[in-house]
């Protein structure tokens, strides 16, 4: 009888056989070298629970359901020894629901889901007759044991370095079994989105070759340039790329990931980006650069192909159909979209994993890995470096001391290499001095602000950006602005731009007496918003941070004598003791004469990191409270690998007609993608005590599909953004 895997509509079917041995190709197509026999018996083993009579019976239209997957599992217990065979049962148990808990020997099938119990199984059909029609390759348990260094490596390593494995390996299957089941069904053939990496760097050579270096400060930057090509020729598995804020990072990085692409001959560059909007630009540049001879994958929540007006539809399919799997072979995405990844258990996400391997990897604004999930975070660099043919480059103006950090929560010969190694020109980019102004009233900041053509000054919280704006005259006042997630991204966006042509303007003229330009803002505005002002104030806060400020701080070098940037608490505010960022920034403040010094910076990552070290490997897999130290343990399902947890609720403002026809099309049917990011732009963060009182007033509304919108517009002001209290409330 021949058995069938999969039926189209027109009633032509794919047998089990050859779904299994397309899924098998595929799958040892995409595995590094070590783990080709492995995942092609991982494609052979997963479906052979179609076998089953009762699963021919479904597949013919009965209406029962049919667990096919865990027999692959128990295939594999039986038919391979005990460390492929565990990978094995994970990945073929999960090729569907997501890679289960492992669970204890205790557990049962009646009671729980975990991967103990459902090998306990015993209500199936006989699916034997795969032994007539499936072969399996020879495994070689010791050498994979060997390759990954199991036999060296202490109870807590082995378990990370395991969950990271399987990981990987459930990558391959499942994005083998996606790709053939959609070619069989769909009849789909998929085209990648494809990049000329020769090409792009002889572009970006040209690029170089118009800047003319003529000031001190452009031969400076062209030396330390010079340096990082020298040094990424040298071999490494991870390269520390420390430079200062205008030195020309982004395009050096370029240059040194294309060689290293080249020259090693990986598959594809991947650009990891912690903000939307340091994505934004780095993607424009580089799509300005590279033109035709690169197709850039942009992953980010924030961004739709369907909104790029000269993309053909078949581009926009070749698109979309690469984010689910990252068939690109230049990608731009965010640091949460990459690490959330090796974190999780779920098909739809590690789908695209594998496609993390041979490659050049690098991580802009290194020094913010969130520290929740440092440990895993490095251990994942250090995987793919030293296991699966990745290169790494770490690029920031702050570096933590990462020569340490990744030997001790990565891996302990970890090959490092600085692609700077001589310091001696950075000190042409000191383009501001730090001043410490201590505890401060309003006023005294708005003296200051008031001196100079352009201030910017950036707060904690929005609470204080919102009472400051107000203080200093709020929208009557002229040429006065306030940023903060209160506001909509669509408002934050048109304000930074309006900002920003003032600024131009002021730089281009400064003959023209006008009024000083002072914008408040929270700390969104310290990372991706490329903005140059003649002083900035600082709310004390971490070493980091306040560097992020003096970057938007004389950025340029325009201004003759350095620009100041002031750090200061505001009298009046309840205190709080100030946490371990603070508190060592402040320390530094006082006792050191230039704050932007690298031993400064890593005296400060040092003591940070220091008194966070339980924070910074509480999310390590070992230490998970249901994982029992043992392989057959791991609690991939439950573990949670969110790294951002947000206390924050997000508000919809209906202020344009585009977003109220969204609105009302959310009441009565589930959105699309291109829906929900044209939400997000109208959209705006509260915190729950915020969102309780809007609640209480009977201004919010969250729908059947979990859109929340303002229905009071009264409750909202472009300047500030929403607010608790409405025009026509009266005390």
């Known amino acids: 009888m021949e058995m069938i895997a999969h039926k189209r509509e027109d009633g032509t079917a794919q047998t089990v056989v050859e779904h299994l041995e397309g899924t098998a190709d595929l799958a040892e197509q ?45 295939t594999a217990e039986h038919d391979f020894d005990a460390f492929e065979a565990l990978i094995l049962e994970y990945i073929i148990a999960g090729h569907h629901a997501g890679i289960p808990d492992g669970g204890d020997l205790a557990d049962q099938p009646s009671e729980t889901a975990t991967l103990s119990a459902r090998l306990k199984k015993t209500d199936f059909d006989d699916w034997s007759q795969y032994k007539h029609e499936v072969h399996c390759l020879p495994s070689d348990n010791y050498a994979l044991m060997h390759y990954f260094n199991f ?120 650009y990891v980006i912690p903000y939307n909007s ?15 001879d690169a197709e850039i994958l942009r992953h980010q929540s924030t961004y739709d192909i369907e909104d790029k007006e000269d993309a053909t539809d078949v581009y926009k399919v070749r698109f979309s159909q690469a984010t689910e799997n990252w068939d690109a072979d230049f990608i731009i995405t965010t640091a949460v979209q990459f690490f959330e990844t090796t974190f999780s258990n779920k098909r739809s996400r590690l789908r695209k994993m594998h496609n993390m391997a041979d ?47 990744l030997h001790r929560y990565g891996l302990k010969d970890l090959v490092i290499q600085d692609l700077i190694t001589d310091q001696s020109d950075f000190h042409y980019f000191d383009k501001c001095e730090y001043c410490d102004l201590g505890m401060v009233s309003p006023e005294l900041i708005y003296g200051k602000a008031s001196q100079a053509p352009s201030a910017l000054i950036v707060v904690n919280s929005r609470k204080t950006a919102k009472a400051l704006y107000e203080d200093f005259g709020g929208k009557d006042q002229k040429n006065l602005y306030h940023l903060s997630t209160h506001m909509t991204k669509i408002d934050i966006e048109d304000t930074i731009q309006t900002i920003k042509s003032q600024l131009e303007a002021i730089r281009k003229h400064p003959e023209k007496k006008q009024a000083p330009l002072i914008v408040i803002s929270t700390s969104l505005i310290e990372a991706g918003v490329d903005l140059d002002f003649h002083i900035a104030f600082r709310e004390y806060t971490g070493l980091d941070s306040i560097l992020q400020t003096g970057g938007r701080c004389n950025r340029e070098g325009s201004d003759p004598n350095k620009g100041q940037v002031f750090t200061f608490s505001l009298e009046g505010q309840t205190r709080r003791a100030d946490d371990i960022r603070t508190s060592t920034a402040k320390d530094l403040l006082r006792n050191e004469s230039n704050i932007l010094d690298s031993r400064c910076i890593t005296q400060y990552y040092d003591t940070v990191y220091y008194f966070n070290e339980d924070a910074m490997t509480k999310n390590a897999m070992y230490r998970h409270p249901k994982c029992g130290g043992d392989p057959t ?22 202020n344009t007609e585009k977003i109220q026809k969204v609105i009302e099309k959310s009441k009565y049917t589930s959105l699309s993608k291109k829906d929900y990011r044209h939400l997000q732009r109208a959209a705006c963060n509260v915190n729950r005590r915020e969102f309780e009182e809007l609640k209480q007033q009977g201004v919010v509304e969250t729908n059947q599909f979990g859109v929340t919108v ?10 500030v953004g929403i607010v608790t209290e409405g025009e026509d409330i009266f005390i």
Do not use: W
């Open 30 to 74: 995409f595995a590094i070298p070590p783990l080709k026999n492995l995942l092609k018996n991982s494609g052979l083993l997963h479906d052979v629970g179609k076998y089953q009579k009762s699963f021919q019976e479904r597949i013919q239209g009965k209406n029962i359901r049919v667990d096919h997957s865990t027999c692959g599992a128990i």
């Open 151 to 270: 036999l060296n490596s202490t109870k807590e390593e082995v378990i990370d370095k395991f969950t990271f494995l399987v990981r990987y390996c459930y990558s391959c299957l499942v994005d083998a079994d996606s790709l053939d089941t959609e070619q069989f069904c769909d009849q789909i053939k998929r085209e990648p989105l494809t990049s000329r990496f020769e090409n792009c760097l002889s572009r970006l050579n040209q690029r170089f070759s118009h800047f003319i270096c003529t000031t001190e400060l452009q031969k400076a930057r062209s030396r330390i340039q010079a340096q990082a090509y020298e040094s990424i020729m040298k071999d490494a598995e991870v390269y520390l790329m420390n430079m200062p804020t205008g030195s020309g990072k982004t395009l050096c990085s370029a240059k040194c990931a294309l060689t290293k692409a080249i020259t090693e001959k990986k598959k594809r560059i991947i």
């Open 278 to 292: 340091i994505i934004d630009q780095t993607a424009q540049e580089f799509e300005t650069i590279f033109g035709e």
């Open 359 to 405: 490659s050049v990897i690098i991580f802009d604004e290194a020094h913010l890995m969130p520290l929740d999930f440092f440990q895993p975070c490095l251990e994942s660099v250090a995987y793919l470096t030293r296991y699966f043919g990745s290169q790494a480059i770490f690029l920031t103006a702050t570096m933590p001391n990462y020569k340490d950090l």
């Open 633 to 654: 343990s791991i609690p991939f399902a439950s573990y949670d690998g969110s790294i951002i947890d947000s206390l924050d609720e997000s508000v919809v403002v209906p």
């Open 710 to 719: 303002l229905t009071n517009l009264s409750y909202y002001h472009r300047d």
